[in-house]
Protein backbone atom coordinates (compact mmCIF):
# COMPACT_ATOMS: atom_id res chain seq x y z
CA UNK A 1 0.00 0.00 0.00
CA UNK A 2 1.08 4.07 -0.77
CA UNK A 3 2.41 5.13 2.33
CA UNK A 4 0.99 8.35 4.07
CA UNK A 5 4.25 10.01 3.06
CA UNK A 6 3.84 9.74 -0.54
CA UNK A 7 0.27 10.86 -0.21
CA UNK A 8 1.74 13.59 1.71
CA UNK A 9 4.19 14.89 -0.67
CA UNK A 10 1.71 14.27 -4.12
CA UNK A 11 -0.80 17.44 -2.12
CA UNK A 12 2.76 18.95 -1.58
CA UNK A 13 3.12 19.29 -5.37
CA UNK A 14 -0.76 19.66 -5.86
CA UNK A 15 -1.36 22.94 -3.38
CA UNK A 16 0.82 25.43 -5.58
CA UNK A 17 -0.93 24.82 -8.20
CA UNK A 18 -4.02 25.50 -7.03
CA UNK A 19 -2.66 28.45 -5.44
CA UNK A 20 -1.97 29.63 -8.41
CA UNK A 21 -5.50 28.52 -9.79
CA UNK A 22 -7.00 30.22 -7.37
CA UNK A 23 -5.19 33.73 -6.95
CA UNK A 24 -5.81 34.14 -10.92
CA UNK A 25 -9.31 33.48 -10.43
CA UNK A 26 -9.66 35.51 -7.80
CA UNK A 27 -7.95 38.52 -9.33
CA UNK A 28 -10.25 38.23 -12.47
CA UNK A 29 -13.58 37.37 -10.54
CA UNK A 30 -13.11 39.66 -7.63
CA UNK A 31 -10.44 41.71 -7.61
CA UNK A 32 -11.29 42.95 -11.44
CA UNK A 33 -6.99 43.23 -11.71
CA UNK A 34 -6.89 42.47 -15.12
CA UNK A 35 -8.93 42.90 -18.27
CA UNK A 36 -9.75 40.11 -21.14
CA UNK A 37 -6.88 41.35 -23.25
CA UNK A 38 -3.93 41.47 -20.29
CA UNK A 39 -5.20 37.61 -19.35
CA UNK A 40 -4.43 36.83 -22.90
CA UNK A 41 -0.86 38.91 -22.42
CA UNK A 42 0.04 36.18 -19.57
CA UNK A 43 -1.02 33.06 -21.62
CA UNK A 44 0.87 34.71 -24.59
CA UNK A 45 4.03 35.22 -22.84
CA UNK A 46 3.79 31.39 -21.09
CA UNK A 47 3.48 29.93 -24.55
CA UNK A 48 5.86 32.13 -26.44
CA UNK A 49 8.71 32.38 -23.59
CA UNK A 50 7.98 30.16 -20.51
CA UNK A 51 7.05 26.81 -21.99
CA UNK A 52 9.77 26.58 -24.80
CA UNK A 53 12.25 27.57 -22.06
CA UNK A 54 10.84 24.71 -19.77
CA UNK A 55 10.85 22.79 -22.99
CA UNK A 56 14.61 22.86 -23.44
CA UNK A 57 15.51 22.71 -19.98
CA UNK A 58 13.66 19.06 -19.71
CA UNK A 59 15.27 17.49 -23.07
CA UNK A 60 18.85 19.60 -22.70
CA UNK A 61 18.97 17.70 -19.30
CA UNK A 62 17.54 14.56 -19.98
CA UNK A 63 20.30 11.57 -21.22
CA UNK A 64 19.44 10.19 -24.65
CA UNK A 65 21.51 7.25 -24.69
CA UNK A 66 19.60 5.47 -21.67
CA UNK A 67 16.24 5.93 -22.46
CA UNK A 68 13.94 2.87 -21.53
CA UNK A 69 12.83 1.79 -24.82
CA UNK A 70 10.02 -0.43 -23.95
CA UNK A 71 8.74 2.53 -21.99
CA UNK A 72 9.63 4.51 -24.74
CA UNK A 73 7.64 2.42 -27.39
CA UNK A 74 4.66 1.70 -25.54
CA UNK A 75 4.05 5.61 -24.41
CA UNK A 76 4.78 6.38 -28.88
CA UNK A 77 1.96 3.28 -29.67
CA UNK A 78 -0.35 4.48 -26.93
CA UNK A 79 -0.70 7.85 -28.30
CA UNK A 80 -0.25 6.74 -32.54
CA UNK A 81 -3.19 4.45 -32.34
CA UNK A 82 -4.78 7.34 -30.26
CA UNK A 83 -4.09 9.60 -33.10
CA UNK A 84 -4.86 7.22 -35.71
CA UNK A 85 -8.23 6.27 -34.46
CA UNK A 86 -9.16 10.21 -34.07
CA UNK A 87 -8.04 10.67 -37.59
CA UNK A 88 -9.79 8.32 -39.10
CA UNK A 89 -12.64 9.44 -37.75
CA UNK A 90 -11.93 13.12 -38.75
CA UNK A 91 -11.95 11.78 -42.31
CA UNK A 92 -15.04 9.98 -41.53
CA UNK A 93 -16.97 12.73 -40.50
CA UNK A 94 -15.37 14.67 -42.87
CA UNK A 95 -16.72 12.40 -46.08
CA UNK A 96 -20.01 11.75 -44.23
CA UNK A 97 -20.87 15.91 -44.50
CA UNK A 98 -20.00 16.15 -47.77
CA UNK A 99 -22.28 14.07 -48.61
CA UNK A 100 -24.94 15.39 -46.57
CA UNK A 101 -24.05 19.08 -47.81
CA UNK A 102 -23.06 20.22 -44.42
CA UNK A 103 -25.73 18.39 -42.21
CA UNK A 104 -27.77 22.15 -41.46
CA UNK A 105 -28.93 23.31 -44.66
CA UNK A 106 -25.51 25.23 -45.06
CA UNK A 107 -23.36 24.86 -48.13
CA UNK A 108 -20.55 22.19 -47.03
CA UNK A 109 -17.39 24.38 -46.98
CA UNK A 110 -19.19 26.83 -44.56
CA UNK A 111 -20.12 23.99 -42.25
CA UNK A 112 -16.76 22.57 -42.07
CA UNK A 113 -15.17 25.94 -40.73
CA UNK A 114 -17.68 26.42 -38.64
CA UNK A 115 -18.03 22.40 -36.44
CA UNK A 116 -14.29 21.29 -38.13
CA UNK A 117 -13.58 17.06 -36.36
CA UNK A 118 -10.04 18.22 -36.72
CA UNK A 119 -10.94 20.46 -33.42
CA UNK A 120 -12.33 17.40 -31.65
CA UNK A 121 -8.78 15.57 -32.57
CA UNK A 122 -6.72 17.25 -31.06
CA UNK A 123 -8.54 17.96 -28.18
CA UNK A 124 -9.41 14.53 -27.33
CA UNK A 125 -5.91 13.34 -28.30
CA UNK A 126 -3.98 16.44 -25.95
CA UNK A 127 -7.04 15.03 -23.07
CA UNK A 128 -6.94 11.17 -23.71
CA UNK A 129 -2.68 11.15 -23.71
CA UNK A 130 -0.85 14.02 -22.46
CA UNK A 131 -0.64 13.75 -18.91
CA UNK A 132 1.13 16.13 -16.26
CA UNK A 133 3.81 13.78 -16.08
CA UNK A 134 6.62 16.07 -13.83
CA UNK A 135 4.52 18.13 -11.54
CA UNK A 136 2.37 15.12 -10.16
CA UNK A 137 3.95 12.27 -11.89
CA UNK A 138 7.33 12.02 -10.29
CA UNK A 139 6.31 12.64 -6.58
CA UNK A 140 3.04 10.32 -6.61
CA UNK A 141 4.93 7.36 -8.24
CA UNK A 142 8.17 7.93 -6.65
CA UNK A 143 6.69 7.01 -3.48
CA UNK A 144 4.38 4.14 -5.15
CA UNK A 145 7.61 2.75 -7.25
CA UNK A 146 10.36 4.03 -5.20
CA UNK A 147 13.13 6.61 -6.89
CA UNK A 148 13.36 5.25 -10.23
CA UNK A 149 10.19 6.21 -11.64
CA UNK A 150 11.10 10.24 -11.47
CA UNK A 151 14.09 9.58 -14.59
CA UNK A 152 11.27 7.73 -16.51
CA UNK A 153 8.63 10.45 -16.05
CA UNK A 154 11.33 12.42 -17.48
CA UNK A 155 11.88 10.54 -20.61
CA UNK A 156 7.96 10.45 -21.32
CA UNK A 157 8.09 14.19 -20.85
CA UNK A 158 11.01 14.68 -23.21
CA UNK A 159 9.18 12.62 -25.91
CA UNK A 160 6.46 14.82 -25.24
CA UNK A 161 7.92 17.76 -25.81
CA UNK A 162 9.88 16.79 -29.24
CA UNK A 163 7.43 14.42 -31.00
CA UNK A 164 3.61 14.86 -29.42
CA UNK A 165 3.24 18.76 -28.58
CA UNK A 166 4.67 19.48 -32.00
CA UNK A 167 1.97 17.25 -33.36
CA UNK A 168 -0.34 18.94 -31.35
CA UNK A 169 0.79 22.57 -32.45
CA UNK A 170 0.87 21.34 -36.02
CA UNK A 171 -2.73 20.35 -36.18
CA UNK A 172 -3.68 23.99 -34.22
CA UNK A 173 -1.79 25.30 -37.46
CA UNK A 174 -3.36 23.51 -40.36
CA UNK A 175 -7.08 24.95 -38.52
CA UNK A 176 -5.65 28.40 -38.28
CA UNK A 177 -4.16 28.05 -42.06
CA UNK A 178 -7.45 26.62 -43.42
CA UNK A 179 -9.85 28.99 -41.95
CA UNK A 180 -7.77 31.85 -43.20
CA UNK A 181 -7.60 30.80 -46.54
CA UNK A 182 -11.09 29.95 -46.63
CA UNK A 183 -11.85 33.73 -45.03
CA UNK A 184 -10.07 35.07 -48.00
CA UNK A 185 -12.28 33.88 -50.42
CA UNK A 186 -15.04 36.34 -50.35
CA UNK A 187 -12.50 38.96 -50.81
CA UNK A 188 -11.12 37.37 -53.83
CA UNK A 189 -14.53 36.82 -55.34
CA UNK A 190 -15.90 40.40 -54.65
CA UNK A 191 -12.52 42.02 -56.37
CA UNK A 192 -14.02 42.16 -59.66
CA UNK A 193 -17.35 45.23 -58.35
CA UNK A 194 -14.82 46.74 -55.89
CA UNK A 195 -12.77 49.09 -58.22
CA UNK A 196 -16.14 50.89 -59.05
CA UNK A 197 -16.29 51.40 -55.72
CA UNK A 198 -13.11 52.25 -54.15
CA UNK A 199 -11.96 53.95 -57.59
CA UNK A 200 -9.67 50.92 -58.71
CA UNK A 201 -7.04 51.69 -55.88
CA UNK A 202 -7.82 49.33 -53.11
CA UNK A 203 -10.12 46.49 -51.49
CA UNK A 204 -11.13 46.44 -48.00
CA UNK A 205 -12.03 43.64 -46.71
CA UNK A 206 -14.45 43.31 -43.45
CA UNK A 207 -12.99 43.06 -39.81
CA UNK A 208 -14.38 39.88 -39.14
CA UNK A 209 -12.06 38.28 -41.82
CA UNK A 210 -8.87 38.96 -39.67
CA UNK A 211 -6.72 36.19 -39.30
CA UNK A 212 -7.05 34.94 -35.72
CA UNK A 213 -3.28 33.24 -35.02
CA UNK A 214 -1.18 35.79 -36.84
CA UNK A 215 -1.30 33.14 -39.83
CA UNK A 216 1.41 34.49 -42.98
CA UNK A 217 -0.93 35.10 -46.06
CA UNK A 218 0.82 38.02 -47.43
CA UNK A 219 2.09 36.25 -50.36
CA UNK A 220 -1.59 34.57 -51.32
CA UNK A 221 -3.50 37.07 -50.51
CA UNK A 222 -1.38 39.30 -52.77
CA UNK A 223 -1.35 37.32 -55.49
CA UNK A 224 -5.49 36.93 -55.27
CA UNK A 225 -5.63 40.71 -55.31
CA UNK A 226 -3.53 40.85 -58.59
CA UNK A 227 -5.30 38.53 -60.30
CA UNK A 228 -8.43 40.48 -59.74
CA UNK A 229 -6.80 43.79 -61.11
CA UNK A 230 -5.57 42.23 -63.73
CA UNK A 231 -8.77 40.60 -64.76
CA UNK A 232 -10.53 41.99 -67.44
CA UNK A 233 -13.63 42.90 -65.07
CA UNK A 234 -11.78 45.10 -62.70
CA UNK A 235 -12.53 48.25 -65.34
CA UNK A 236 -13.22 51.84 -63.64
CA UNK A 237 -16.44 51.85 -65.95
CA UNK A 238 -19.61 51.53 -63.97
CA UNK A 239 -21.40 49.90 -66.76
CA UNK A 240 -19.09 47.30 -66.56
CA UNK A 241 -18.89 47.04 -63.09
CA UNK A 242 -22.11 46.22 -62.83
CA UNK A 243 -22.17 43.88 -65.37
CA UNK A 244 -19.54 42.23 -63.58
CA UNK A 245 -21.29 42.20 -60.47
CA UNK A 246 -24.46 41.01 -61.51
CA UNK A 247 -22.12 37.90 -63.56
CA UNK A 248 -20.32 37.00 -60.49
CA UNK A 249 -22.54 34.86 -57.55
CA UNK A 250 -22.31 35.76 -54.06
CA UNK A 251 -18.95 35.44 -52.28
CA UNK A 252 -20.73 32.33 -49.72
CA UNK A 253 -22.28 30.17 -53.29
CA UNK A 254 -18.45 30.14 -54.59
CA UNK A 255 -16.42 29.78 -51.06
CA UNK A 256 -14.29 27.16 -51.74
CA UNK A 257 -12.39 24.79 -49.08
CA UNK A 258 -8.49 25.85 -49.98
CA UNK A 259 -6.28 23.08 -51.90
CA UNK A 260 -4.90 21.04 -49.13
CA UNK A 261 -1.12 21.03 -50.10
CA UNK A 262 -1.49 25.39 -49.60
CA UNK A 263 -3.06 24.79 -46.28
CA UNK A 264 -0.27 22.12 -45.32
CA UNK A 265 2.62 24.18 -46.54
CA UNK A 266 1.24 27.35 -44.46
CA UNK A 267 0.79 25.36 -41.17
CA UNK A 268 4.45 23.73 -41.96
CA UNK A 269 5.89 27.12 -42.44
CA UNK A 270 4.25 28.40 -39.24
CA UNK A 271 5.50 25.73 -37.68
CA UNK A 272 9.02 26.33 -38.34
CA UNK A 273 8.91 29.65 -37.11
CA UNK A 274 7.24 28.79 -33.39
CA UNK A 275 9.69 28.61 -30.30
CA UNK A 276 8.34 25.26 -29.08
CA UNK A 277 9.74 23.61 -32.18
CA UNK A 278 13.41 25.31 -31.77
CA UNK A 279 13.11 24.82 -27.86
CA UNK A 280 12.71 20.94 -28.27
CA UNK A 281 15.35 20.74 -31.37
CA UNK A 282 18.03 22.72 -30.04
CA UNK A 283 17.58 20.72 -26.43
CA UNK A 284 17.96 17.21 -28.66
CA UNK A 285 21.31 18.37 -29.73
CA UNK A 286 22.21 19.91 -27.12
CA UNK A 287 21.63 16.84 -25.01
CA UNK A 288 22.78 14.42 -28.11
CA UNK A 289 26.28 16.40 -27.55
CA UNK A 290 26.50 16.96 -23.59
CA UNK A 291 25.76 13.17 -22.43
CA UNK A 292 28.29 12.41 -25.92
CA UNK A 293 31.35 14.76 -24.47
CA UNK A 294 30.32 14.73 -20.61
CA UNK A 295 30.10 18.49 -20.74
CA UNK A 296 27.66 20.82 -18.63
CA UNK A 297 25.56 23.73 -19.02
CA UNK A 298 27.74 26.80 -17.85
CA UNK A 299 25.97 28.29 -14.60
CA UNK A 300 25.48 31.19 -15.96
CA UNK A 301 23.76 30.08 -18.70
CA UNK A 302 21.61 27.50 -16.36
CA UNK A 303 20.47 30.30 -13.99
CA UNK A 304 19.13 32.77 -16.25
CA UNK A 305 16.94 29.99 -18.10
CA UNK A 306 15.51 28.82 -14.46
CA UNK A 307 14.61 32.65 -13.98
CA UNK A 308 12.34 31.86 -16.91
CA UNK A 309 11.13 28.31 -17.14
CA UNK A 310 10.23 28.24 -13.08
CA UNK A 311 7.49 30.65 -14.43
CA UNK A 312 6.09 28.10 -16.78
CA UNK A 313 3.64 26.09 -14.64
CA UNK A 314 2.62 28.44 -12.15
CA UNK A 315 1.28 31.21 -14.90
CA UNK A 316 -0.03 28.38 -16.99
CA UNK A 317 -2.84 27.31 -13.74
CA UNK A 318 -2.75 31.81 -13.25
CA UNK A 319 -3.76 31.82 -16.58
CA UNK A 320 -6.22 28.54 -16.38
CA UNK A 321 -7.88 30.47 -13.43
CA UNK A 322 -8.48 33.96 -15.08
CA UNK A 323 -10.16 31.59 -17.92
CA UNK A 324 -12.76 30.08 -15.63
CA UNK A 325 -13.38 33.50 -14.10
CA UNK A 326 -14.53 35.20 -16.98
CA UNK A 327 -16.61 31.89 -18.04
CA UNK A 328 -20.18 31.85 -16.99
CA UNK A 329 -20.34 29.04 -14.57
CA UNK A 330 -17.24 27.49 -12.85
CA UNK A 331 -17.69 24.00 -15.44
CA UNK A 332 -17.38 26.71 -18.77
CA UNK A 333 -17.71 23.18 -20.93
CA UNK A 334 -20.60 21.59 -19.53
CA UNK A 335 -20.57 18.70 -17.07
CA UNK A 336 -21.60 16.13 -19.91
CA UNK A 337 -18.64 16.99 -22.05
CA UNK A 338 -16.30 17.36 -18.64
CA UNK A 339 -17.59 13.89 -17.47
CA UNK A 340 -16.90 12.36 -20.88
CA UNK A 341 -13.41 14.50 -21.06
CA UNK A 342 -12.99 12.39 -17.79
CA UNK A 343 -13.87 8.85 -19.19
CA UNK A 344 -11.03 9.41 -21.79
CA UNK A 345 -8.47 10.73 -19.20
CA UNK A 346 -8.82 7.88 -16.21
CA UNK A 347 -10.36 5.44 -18.04
CA UNK A 348 -9.53 4.71 -21.97
CA UNK A 349 -5.91 6.22 -22.27
CA UNK A 350 -4.63 3.85 -19.02
CA UNK A 351 -6.64 0.66 -20.53
CA UNK A 352 -4.74 1.62 -23.66
CA UNK A 353 -1.41 2.33 -22.14
CA UNK A 354 -1.88 -1.23 -20.28
CA UNK A 355 -2.90 -3.17 -23.90
CA UNK A 356 -0.09 -1.92 -25.54
CA UNK A 357 2.61 -2.66 -22.87
CA UNK A 358 1.08 -6.12 -22.52
CA UNK A 359 1.69 -6.53 -26.43
CA UNK A 360 5.30 -5.25 -26.42
CA UNK A 361 5.97 -7.03 -23.28
CA UNK A 362 6.15 -5.18 -20.22
CA UNK A 363 6.00 -7.01 -16.87
CA UNK A 364 6.35 -5.81 -13.34
CA UNK A 365 7.19 -2.28 -11.69
CA UNK A 366 7.85 -0.96 -15.21
CA UNK A 367 4.14 -1.76 -16.79
CA UNK A 368 3.02 -0.57 -13.49
CA UNK A 369 4.73 2.67 -13.46
CA UNK A 370 3.45 2.61 -17.30
CA UNK A 371 -0.27 2.53 -17.10
CA UNK A 372 -0.18 4.70 -13.43
CA UNK A 373 1.35 7.97 -15.27
CA UNK A 374 -1.32 7.34 -18.18
CA UNK A 375 -3.61 8.04 -15.37
CA UNK A 376 -2.27 11.17 -14.90
CA UNK A 377 -4.46 14.61 -14.80
CA UNK A 378 -4.34 16.41 -18.04
CA UNK A 379 -0.70 18.24 -18.93
CA UNK A 380 -1.20 22.29 -18.10
CA UNK A 381 0.33 23.23 -21.06
CA UNK A 382 -1.72 21.56 -23.46
CA UNK A 383 -4.40 24.40 -21.72
CA UNK A 384 -1.29 27.28 -22.74
CA UNK A 385 -1.61 26.44 -26.41
CA UNK A 386 -5.84 25.50 -26.47
CA UNK A 387 -6.01 29.26 -24.97
CA UNK A 388 -3.84 30.46 -27.45
CA UNK A 389 -5.18 29.09 -30.62
CA UNK A 390 -8.82 29.74 -29.12
CA UNK A 391 -9.81 25.95 -29.57
CA UNK A 392 -11.83 24.44 -26.77
CA UNK A 393 -9.77 25.88 -24.29
CA UNK A 394 -13.04 25.51 -21.63
CA UNK A 395 -12.08 21.95 -21.85
CA UNK A 396 -8.75 21.98 -21.03
CA UNK A 397 -9.24 24.56 -18.32
CA UNK A 398 -11.86 22.19 -17.00
CA UNK A 399 -9.57 18.82 -17.36
CA UNK A 400 -6.97 20.62 -15.88
CA UNK A 401 -8.47 22.08 -12.72
CA UNK A 402 -10.75 18.71 -12.23
CA UNK A 403 -8.02 16.64 -12.96
CA UNK A 404 -5.76 17.25 -10.46
CA UNK A 405 -8.52 16.19 -7.83
CA UNK A 406 -9.68 13.20 -9.76
CA UNK A 407 -5.71 12.18 -10.04
CA UNK A 408 -4.74 10.95 -7.02
CA UNK A 409 -7.61 8.23 -5.91
CA UNK A 410 -7.82 6.92 -9.82
CA UNK A 411 -4.09 6.40 -9.58
CA UNK A 412 -4.38 4.59 -5.99
CA UNK A 413 -6.88 2.77 -7.37
CA UNK A 414 -5.02 1.85 -10.72
CA UNK A 415 -2.40 1.44 -8.27
CA UNK A 416 -4.24 -1.28 -6.05
CA UNK A 417 -5.62 -2.90 -8.98
CA UNK A 418 -1.67 -3.32 -10.68
CA UNK A 419 -0.36 -4.99 -7.48
CA UNK A 420 -2.89 -8.09 -7.24
Same mark, same amino acid.
Given at each position: ? &???????????????????????????????????????? &????????????????????????????????????????????????????????????????????????AASPIKWVVT??????????????????????????????????????????????????????????????????????????????????????????????????????????????????????????????????????????????????????????????????????????????????????????????????FASGTFIARQ????????????????????????????????????????????????????????????????????????????????LPVTIVYYIL???
Open positions: M &IPGSAVYHVVEAMAPLYTAAVLGYASVRWLKAFSDEQCAG &INHFVALYAVPVLIFHMVSTNDPYHMNERLIAADTLQKAIILLALTAWAFWAHFRRRRTGGGDGKPAATAGSNFSVASLPNTIIMGVPLLDGMYGSVSGGLMKQIVVMQFCIWYNVVIFLYEFMAARDSTTKISPVVVSAAPAPAENGGRSIHADENQVVVVNIEITEMAAAAVAAAAASPTASTDSSGAEEAAAAVPPPAAVQQVPPVKVVLWMAVKKLLQIPNTYASFLGLIWSLMAFKIGFSMPKIVGDSLFIIYTTAVGLSMSRFVPCGYTIASLSMVLKFLIGPVLMLLVSLAIGMHGTLLHIAVVQAALPLAVTSFVYAEEYKVHADIMSTGVILGIFISLGL
